[in-house]
T-cell receptor
Framework: DTEVTQTPKHLVMGMTNKKSLKCEQH?????MYWYKQKAKKPPELMFV???????INESVPSRFSPECPNSSLLNLHLHALQPEDSALYLC?????????????FGPGTRLTVT | GENVEQHPSTLSVQEGDSAVIKCTYS??????FPWYKQELGKGPQLIID?????GEKKDQRIAVTLNKTAKHFSLHITETQPEDSAVYFC?????????FGTGTSLTVIP
């Protein structure tokens, strides 16, 4: 089973709201990732967690706050977002946190900031 | 860092024909090259990958070739079907992350 699940599928939020995106995998993977994808563009890496520790933060604004409560779960907390943050947010996981292993993506959360 | 270029950006083929998508990379240290298929409204799906110690890999109608010397790799889809229509992304492994190509929108015309 190579399934990564993400909730919610769609989210509309105002610029003053606080919301969270959730991601879950049960493949025993020890690395999990958040990507942002704009229309007709490739995914852009935001954060990498390796063994539940933040290992990469690609200079993402502080209005995005990741959290890894355990090896199967990954959250992305959102606060005071801007309309330009509207995008598809993808979660992925891999066996370990190096770039030599397959990454499996979830279906994404379509976020609209109004 | 790594730089991955992908061509063409759009590709239309008749059903049953072959499709080829090409990528080049810049960092000779990259050693893992996955290909992803992304259908509308879905996340990217890993369809095939190749490592630098292998020149070619095939899985049914899909094959990938790698030329390390020239730093390019290609995706070949034979006997295309309408369900192959999607956006395809190549990627190259850098020191600690994937670097994606810009994507190819493939349309298979029935």
């Amino acid at each position: 089973d190579t399934e990564v699940t993400q909730t919610p599928k769609h989210l509309v939020m105002g610029m003053t709201n606080k919301k969270s995106l959730k991601c879950e995998q049960h493949m025993g993977h020890r690395a999990m990732y958040w990507y942002k994808q704009k229309a007709k563009k490739p995914p852009e890496l935001m954060f990498v967690y390796s063994y539940e520790k933040l290992s990469i933060n690609e200079s993402v604004p502080s209005r995005f706050s990741p959290e890894c409560p355990n090896s199967s779960l990954l959250n992305l907390h959102l606060h005071a977002l801007q309309p330009e943050d509207s995008a598809l947010y993808l979660c992925a996981s891999s066996q370990v946190g190096t770039a030599n292993y397959e990454q499996y993506f979830g279906p994404g959360t379509r976020l609209t900031v109004t | 860092g790594e730089n991955v270029e992908q061509h063409p950006s759009t590709l239309s083929v008749q059903e049953g024909d072959s499709a080829v998508i090409k990528c080049t990379y810049s960092d000779s240290a990259s050693n893992y090259f996955p290909w992803y298929k992304q259908e509308l409204g879905k996340g990217p799906q890993l369809i095939i990958d190749i490592r630098s110690n292998v020149g070619e890999k095939k899985d049914q109608r899909i094959a990938v070739t790698l030329n390390k010397t020239a730093k390019h790799f290609s995706l070949h889809i034979t006997e295309t079907q309408p369900e192959d229509s999607a956006v395809y992304f190549c990627a190259a492994s850098g020191s600690n992350q994937f670097y994606f190509g810009t994507g190819t929108s493939l349309t298979v015309i029935p």
